[in-house]
């Protein structure tokens, strides 16, 4: 199962942008689809971006165009680009594996607020 270590987060402006690091510990990484979630104050964790282990990149319509995901398999390293941030996207993000059945616990994640 996954385990990852979600860094990077911080305080930022609206507009601005920030990426996030991801180090997973799971022997059969290159082969999973790795995700971003975020999990803003009173709501549930949602997937926002996922990335396939051939590097197929998926995006719900919130994020399409401001967010880019990547990975590095050699590296076990997943990595979020978030732009054009808005203070509605304040919220901790977190890093495990795309399919249910792999994700392993939960990280303490990253929190991204961004002011206006």
Same mark, same amino acid.
């Given at each position: 199962?996954?385990?990852?270590?979600?860094?990077?987060?911080? /305080?930022?402006?609206?507009? &601005?942008? /920030?990426?996030?690091?991801?180090?997973?510990?799971?022997? /059969? %990484?290159?082969?999973?689809?790795?995700?971003? %979630?975020?999990?803003?104050?009173?709501?549930?964790?949602?997937?926002?971006?996922?990335?396939?282990s051939?590097?197929? @990149?998926?995006?719900?319509?919130a994020?399409?165009?401001? %967010? @880019?995901?990547?990975?590095?398999?050699?590296a076990?390293?997943? +990595?979020?680009q978030?732009?054009?941030?808005?203070?509605? %996207? @304040?919220?901790? +993000?977190y890093?495990?594996?795309?399919?249910?059945s792999?994700?392993?616990?939960?990280?303490? &994640?990253?929190?991204? @607020?961004?002011?206006?």
């Open positions: 199962q996954v385990q990852a270590v979600e860094s990077g987060g911080g /305080l930022v402006q609206a507009g &601005g942008s /920030l990426r996030l690091s991801c180090a997973a510990s799971e022997s /059969l %990484f290159s082969v999973i689809d790795m995700a971003w %979630f975020r999990q803003a104050p009173g709501k549930q964790r949602d997937l926002i971006a996922r990335i396939t051939d590097g197929r @990149t998926y995006y719900v319509d994020v399409k165009g401001r %967010f @880019t995901i990547s990975r590095d398999n050699a076990n390293t997943v +990595y979020l978030m732009n054009s941030l808005k203070p509605e %996207f @304040t919220a901790v +993000y890093c495990n594996a795309g399919a249910q792999w994700r392993g616990n939960w990280g303490p &994640g990253a929190q991204v @607020t961004v002011c206006s």
